[in-house]
């Protein structure tokens, strides 16, 4: 029997623009997560448009909805005009925050993030793709190093546009890792590669097997930018988890990292 999988910590209500948070908003989010079955969410927009924000409507929706643990979250990534205040305001904001992502969708390019689909993929073109995995792992480290997240999100995103490198992954990410494990972080199960061109969970299956062999925690994630994509290929997620044995799960209430087995 497959495991039920309960919980995505990787949803953004705002989308990709400031709206600010509204009970509107954010109970087709509740509602979609009944539907699917699931019991923990983590709201995490982007930290560009933290101004949308509002703690005060998150309380409101959860005594609405006190089946559904709703978590506050947000995603820092390494946005070089925005995420300097992206981590002021988390900062400022970390007790009322249950739950931070770290991210890198910034290369060289600081006007365009290098996984926009299609135009990111010219980022690529003529450059060396081993050079280009060590530098975006890299900058990976540097987001978990900052102190200021609880999880790194699809920590391969690098091969979205479907650039394999020649060097072994376990060369190119196994400092990485080593460096996530040693801070006590976790890493998502991300089913949006699937949605992708690269058409590959996040991260990938050897990826997966040396954070599993290092004690690193998942949590489980959709990147949903509608309460649609709440829980997308979930089913599919749970089927790769029992093949890598993964029994477990990782949920946050305020930066508290505990790590739950899901029911089949």
């Known amino acids: 029997m497959v495991m039920e999988l309960f919980s995505d910590y990787h949803t953004h209500p705002q989308g990709h623009r400031v709206q600010h948070y509204t009970q509107a908003l954010l109970q087709p989010w509740a509602d979609w997560a009944r539907a699917m079955h699931l019991s923990d969410i983590a709201f995490t927009d982007h930290d560009r448009y933290h101004a949308g924000i509002d703690f005060d409507e998150i309380d409101r929706l959860r005594e609405k909805n006190p089946e559904v643990q709703i978590r506050a979250g947000i995603e820092l990534d390494n946005d070089p005009v925005h995420s300097a205040a992206g981590s002021k305001w988390i900062e400022r904001n ?58 790194l999100a699809h920590i391969d995103l690098i091969k979205i546009h479907g650039h394999r490198p020649n060097a072994e992954i376990d060369v190119l990410a196994g400092e990485t890792l080593g460096f996530i494990r040693s801070l006590d972080l976790a890493i998502e199960l991300s089913t949006a590669g699937w949605r992708k061109p690269v058409n590959e969970l996040y991260p990938a299956d050897r990826i997966i097997e040396l954070a599993k062999k290092m004690g690193i925690p998942f949590t489980t994630a959709s990147d949903a930018h509608s309460h649609v994509q709440l829980g997308d290929n979930f089913s599919h997620l749970a089927e790769k988890m029992s093949i890598f044995g993964i029994r477990e799960v990782c949920v946050f209430e305020k930066h508290k990292q505990v790590r739950v087995v899901c029911p089949e």
């Open 94 to 151: 970390w007790d009322k925050l249950d739950f931070v992502l770290g991210s890198v969708h910034f290369l060289d390019r600081a006007d365009q993030m290098f996984d926009s689909v299609p135009a990111g993929a010219a980022q690529f073109e003529g450059r060396d793709i081993d050079a280009l995995y060590a530098d975006y792992f890299r900058r990976v480290r540097e987001m978990a190093a900052t102190g200021l997240v609880d999880c």
